[in-house]
């Protein structure tokens, strides 16, 4: 089964605060929330407890995201330092929480060898990793998978840093799979293909709880523009939950869309409809 939420607090309580939040994610119908912690990590111990009660009291699912500044091979070592000290703050809170994913975006290549810096990120996830084992936390670490051939973070990549660090899994993000691509691969087959590819090299187990993103997208030639709503944007969004259902995918799918819940929803009722009769008849056309 695949749990469809915001990323962050939905915009109708925008201002109200995270336990509010999972309270209008309950009362949408929907089943989880990746808490934002995207210009820094300023929630307390205590709010981070009185959340996890919360979304433990309303049946809402979380997880987090770091701030959208890390870099774990920047030029500046300071930078570097600094981006792992988010993310094990990021990691910290969603512990308190209840969370069990904590995202972030791992590195750019700023000109370096790809290799080079995938082994750079994987020594220093696996210092971090061995932090928070010595801590007792056992939040996992999600690379994303990011938008622009630029930055560190494609769908290979993520696998083979998966399988050099225990307690890391990617965050696939099935809009910048496309955008990073400049719109190629949007389409029933190309999702398919993708999800074979990540079940080959994480696991069959790993595909029942995989954390996802999603929205709608703009892209160029050099990857990722801007995001959009769904229904705005020309990604095939239909045909990859199609895949996703003939995939017996299960876990976790954000909606990172400006109209975040509503295309949330939007998501949920598609995969509950289309889900029950493919379930009933077999796949059939992927467009349906």
Known sequence: MILFGPAGIPNSVKGKGSEAGVAEISRLGLDCMEVEFVRGVKMSDEAASRLGEAAKKAGVVLSAHA?????LCSLEPEKTRAGLERIYQTARKCRLFGGKKAVFHAAFYQGRDEKLILDEVAARLLDLRKKLDREGNEVVLAPELTGKPSQFGSLRELIRLSGKVPGVAPCV????????????????????????????????GAMKDLHMHVSGIEWT??????????????????????????????????????????DALLLKNFYSTVGRSRKANGPGDAKA
């Open 67 to 71: 701030p959208y500044y890390v870099n």
């Open 221 to 262: 030639g050099k990857g990722e523009l801007r995001h959009l709503k769904l229904e705005e944007s020309k990604l095939d969004w239909r045909s990859l939950v199609l895949a996703l259902i003939d995939a017996k995918v299960g876990g976790i799918m954000i909606c990172e869309s400006p109209a975040m819940e509503e």
């Open 173 to 204: 993000d099935f809009a910048h799979l496309v955008a990073r691509a400049s719109g190629e691969g949007n389409d029933y087959e190309s999702f398919a293909a993708a999800i074979k590819t990540l079940k080959k090299g994480l696991g069959a």
